[in-house]
């Protein structure tokens, strides 16, 4: 069997929404990234550096994420609480002002 290896010069980079575990290009994805702080953040323009955390842009695929502590586990260290629940606000706010475009 032929193993299937992707080209390295094809650059459509492929990431996994921690919410329902599916692979899809990262550009349809929403990005959240660790600040110093403890806190996650919704990296909206994709440019902050260091590790990402991916989620479709669906609500529930964000709550699944919270729920499981998905985003603890990727960035390998506690998250404040508080900081969550603001995500959620964010997200929320993100996917109203995308569907507007
Ligand atoms: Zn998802």
């Not at 290896?5 to 990234?33: A, D, E, H, Y």
């Not at 909206?44 to 609500?59: F, I, N, S, T, W």
């Not at 529930?60 to 998250?79: G, H, S, Y």
């Amino acid at each position: 069997m032929k193993k299937n290896t992707t080209p390295q010069n094809v650059s459509r980079p492929v990431r996994t929404c921690i919410g329902c575990l599916t692979k899809k290009n990262k550009s349809g994805l929403f990005r959240f990234v660790l600040l110093a702080d403890g806190s996650v953040t919704l990296d909206r323009e994709q440019k902050h550096p260091g590790r990402g955390a991916y989620v479709c842009p669906d609500l529930n695929c964000l709550e699944i994420a919270i729920k499981k502590n998905q985003f603890a586990r990727v960035f390998r260290q506690k998250i404040l609480n508080s900081s969550l629940k603001l995500l959620k606000t964010e997200f929320t706010e993100c996917l109203k002002t995308k569907s507007e475009l």
